[in-house]
């Protein structure tokens, strides 16, 4: 059973950083991508960023691009992402998601397994 378990979310000011996490189990998480979708009250399920199954390339938000990081450890078959220059437009539960393959995708429905989300807060 693939698991996926998002930490690092909180309430930072405008200006501020934070790194969220995603630890990943149940699939050989080194052969899949992986990718970071948020959500805020009211609004669909967005991409943020993705990258490929080594880390070679990577995909952003145009909102994001600049600010926030993508990155992988497949020894700890953990994701993260880097976030800094937070603006309160990035107010949203954090979900990271592993694709069903190795090449990195901005669309949702190339993502098979969820966790659960962390929340992000960014007060102005």
């Known amino acids: 059973q693939v698991q996926l378990v998002e930490s690092g979310g909180g309430l930072v000011q405008a200006g501020g950083s934070l790194r969220l996490s995603c630890a990943a189990s149940?699939?050989?998480?080194?052969?899949?991508?992986m990718g970071w979708f948020r959500q805020a009250p009211g609004k669909e399920r967005e991409f943020v960023a993705a990258?490929?199954?080594?880390?070679?390339?990577?995909y952003y938000a145009d909102s994001v691009k600049g600010r926030f990081t993508i990155s992988r450890d497949n020894a700890k078959n953990t994701v993260y992402l880097q976030m800094n220059s937070l603006k309160p437009e990035d107010t949203a539960v954090y979900y990271c998601?592993?694709?069903?393959?190795?090449?990195?995708?901005?669309?949702?429905?190339?993502?098979?397994?969820w966790g659960q989300g962390t929340q992000v807060t960014v007060s102005s």
């Open positions: 990258i490929s199954w080594r880390g070679a390339n990577t």
């Open positions: 149940g699939r050989t998480f080194s052969s899949y991508a």
């Open positions: 998601a592993t694709a069903a393959g190795r090449w990195a995708t901005m669309l949702v429905h190339d993502y098979d397994y």
